[in-house]
């Protein structure tokens, strides 16, 4: 029985991955709390209606279901961070009624690979922040995801900007029904004209044809003044097309840019702004995010909130490496005699290697080595 093998698209990360995986988490960590964002840990399992947005039959698809023994009721892996924090707004930290900056860094689990290449255990690291409607947050956030990028030596990045309520509002002008409108938002993320054509065949104009439009609508800029031509004027249209209109002037000349106004790449329960950062060499998005007001009204409290995340996995080839730092051997017969040195050299960062088999020193990766002195114990080099 070979039970060393994994699932498919899973894998371990082994020595040297790990340390560098752990050192870009703990920089992404470190520029968050710098901008004022709040380290949150949720629990990697929870009830699954409170891991499951109402509607988002692609997120339900991603999750893994089991019972719980405790309580008899349905358990899930959580397939999103982004949900999870929402709850933690919403309820433990209701008292608070400003703007909340909260960020995160776990693993979460697909029932589902994203693409052939993809892991099944993404390694999910983002922020969030609640509490303010207004078009700054949302710069704030790309803000913050660009420099993240830029941290980790990510380069030619080039920012796309969609907005979920243009979709939002054609579907509900439409009277698409929630499963229609579920099935569409799958094909508009894939930019499937023809499913796009065959689920909106009933559709009454002018909508079918926007909803033909949206995945036409992409390129630079200029798209936005095509598509006051070719999506109906409703609120939802008009104020889409001002925000990125907006967005787009504040952000030129800082990163390239381009317009997609099928850029619904997410989950269905983003609401307005989206945004994804590409870069050559990747096939898909390196980081994506957008705005997802009122999620929490499920845990007791509706709230402007915008957001953005990446796997940092999908980072692993541009990550600086981390060498192990080269260590101190300790013959195992003096590691008792020496243990208060052996301590001090430890809590002042070294790495210290007890030999119990005599091996060499590339062997234990070690420089140096804990020699007992007239004085007491002495590091000295090979």
């Not at 698209?9 to 470190?30: N, V």
């Not at 358990?75 to 982004?82: P, S």
């Not at 698409?176 to 094909?187: D, G, S, T």
Request: aromatic share 6%; hydrophobic share 45%.
């Amino acid at each position: 029985m070979r039970n060393w093998l994994l699932p498919e698209h899973i894998a371990d990360i082994l020595p040297a991955t790990a340390r560098q995986l752990e050192s870009a988490k703990s920089a992404m960590l470190e520029r968050f709390r710098t901008a004022g964002y709040e380290l949150v840990m949720p629990p990697l399992v929870e009830y699954a209606d409170s891991l499951l947005l109402e509607g988002d039959t692609a997120l339900e698809m991603k999750t893994f279901k089991l019972d719980d023994p405790y309580s008899g009721k349905q358990l899930g892996l959580r397939a999103d961070i982004t949900p999870q924090v929402a709850r933690i707004d919403a309820h433990l930290l209701a008292t608070r009624t400003g703007v909340t900056r909260l960020c995160y860094a776990g693993s979460v689990v697909h029932s589902r690979a994203a693409g052939l290449t993809a892991s099944r255990e993404p390694l999910q690291v983002g922020a969030e922040l609640y509490g303010y409607a207004g078009i700054e947050a949302d710069r704030e956030i790309i803000g913050l995801m660009l420099d993240t990028l830029a941290g980790v030596n990510v380069e030619g990045v080039r920012l796309d900007l969609g907005h979920a309520a243009i979709f939002r509002g054609l579907a509900v002008a439409a009277g698409l029904p929630a499963e229609v409108r579920a099935e569409l938002f799958v094909a508009m993320q894939a930019k499937d004209a023809a499913t796009v054509a065959m689920l909106t065949a009933d559709t009454p104009e002018p909508y079918r044809s926007a909803f033909l439009a949206l995945p036409e609508l992409y390129g630079p800029v200029s798209v936005l003044e095509k598509a006051r031509t070719r999506l109906p004027s409703l609120p939802e249209v008009e104020l889409g097309l001002i925000q990125l209109k907006t967005l787009a002037a504040e952000l030129a000349g800082s990163v390239e840019l381009g317009i997609d106004l099928a850029e619904l790449r997410g989950d269905l329960y983003h609401t307005g702004l989206m945004f994804a950062a590409y870069a050559p060499g990747w096939p898909d998005a390196l980081a994506r995010g957008g705005r997802y007001d009122n999620v929490g009204r499920r845990f007791g409290r509706a709230r402007p909130a915008t957001g953005f995340s990446l796997d940092l996995r999908d980072l692993l080839r541009v990550l600086p490496e981390r060498g192990a730092a080269f260590g101190i051997r300790v013959d195992a017969r003096h590691a008792v005699a020496a243990k208060e040195r052996i301590d001090a050299l430890r809590a002042s960062g070294e790495v210290v290697v007890v030999d119990y088999l005599g091996e060499s020193p590339e062997a234990l990766y070690c420089d140096r080595q804990l020699a007992p002195a007239v004085d007491g114990w002495q590091v000295v080099p090979f």
